[in-house]
């Protein structure tokens, strides 16, 4: 039985989600990554800094488990100077759908 399938949706982009993903992609799918970010909150991440936002003392990064291209990213307000692939530790406050915003600890 052949399927006119092209797009899978994922819940869970963790260790097993990821798995998934990995194979979906792999197959040549278009997948799309749901977490639940407002689960996120309160919860301190590691964080590889990607960059910082133009005039804003917020930087960009993601955790462990943030795929490029496919998961979210955490928005990091601080006043202290970060560089792109620093690691920073920081505590989640706040969730929009797929972004996480969340201060240097």
Request: cysteine-free; aromatic content about 8%; charged content about 25%.
């Amino acid at each position: 039985m052949k399927s006119n399938m092209k797009k899978i949706a994922v819940v869970g982009t963790g260790v097993i989600g990821n798995g998934w993903i990995a194979r979906f992609l792999a197959k040549g799918f278009d997948v799309v990554a749901f977490d639940l970010a407002e689960d996120m909150i309160g919860r301190e991440v590691l964080v590889m800094i990607e960059g910082k936002v133009a005039d804003e003392n917020v930087y960009v990064g993601r955790t462990y488990k943030d795929a490029p291209n496919v998961d979210g990213l955490i928005f990091v307000n601080t006043d202290e100077e970060l560089m792109s692939g620093d690691l920073a530790r920081v505590k989640v406050t706040g969730a929009a759908e797929y972004d996480l915003i969340g201060e240097l600890m």
